[in-house]
């Protein structure tokens, strides 16, 4: 199984970005797909998770209306589309596929699959 992330890069506050992640021998459309992040000296944040089961993407406070994932399920691929990129966006990004519930309006994640990560850096 081999997930790969795309589409990081340098940004100005305010522009946008959008990730990739492609996936083999494993087939996304039947788990849920989830991107993290992780920025310098702090905890890894789930930013996003697409639950299969429910058919519903969650999405942290810090990045609601801002981002948006999706998925291609012809190209067994998924997407973050984010825009209104802010300094405190700035971090490496991985997209990961598994299982995410919600409970109480906390989202868990309990991944399988990790993909390697790619830097975003949000900097005038």
């Known amino acids: 199984v081999q997930l790969q992330a795309s589409g990081g890069g340098l940004v100005q506050p305010g522009g946008s970005l959008r990730l990739s992640c492609a996936a083999s021998?494993?087939?996304?459309?039947?788990?849920?797909v989830a991107w993290f992040r992780q920025a310098p000296g702090k905890e890894r944040e789930g930013v996003s998770c697409?639950?299969?089961?429910?058919?519903?993407?969650y999405y942290a406070d810090s990045v609601k209306g801002r981002f948006t994932a999706s998925r291609d399920s012809a190209k067994n691929s998924v997407y973050l589309q984010m825009n209104s990129l802010k300094p405190e966006d700035t971090a490496v990004y991985y997209c990961?596929?598994?299982?995410?519930?919600?409970?109480?309006?906390?989202?868990?994640?309990?991944?399988?699959?990790w993909g390697n990560g790619t830097q975003v850096t949000v900097s005038s």
């Open positions: 021998g494993w087939n996304l459309n039947a788990y849920a």
């Open positions: 697409f639950s299969s089961t429910e058919q519903t993407t």
């Open positions: 990961a596929t598994g299982v995410c519930t919600v409970v109480s309006g906390a989202v868990y994640y309990d991944m399988y699959y």
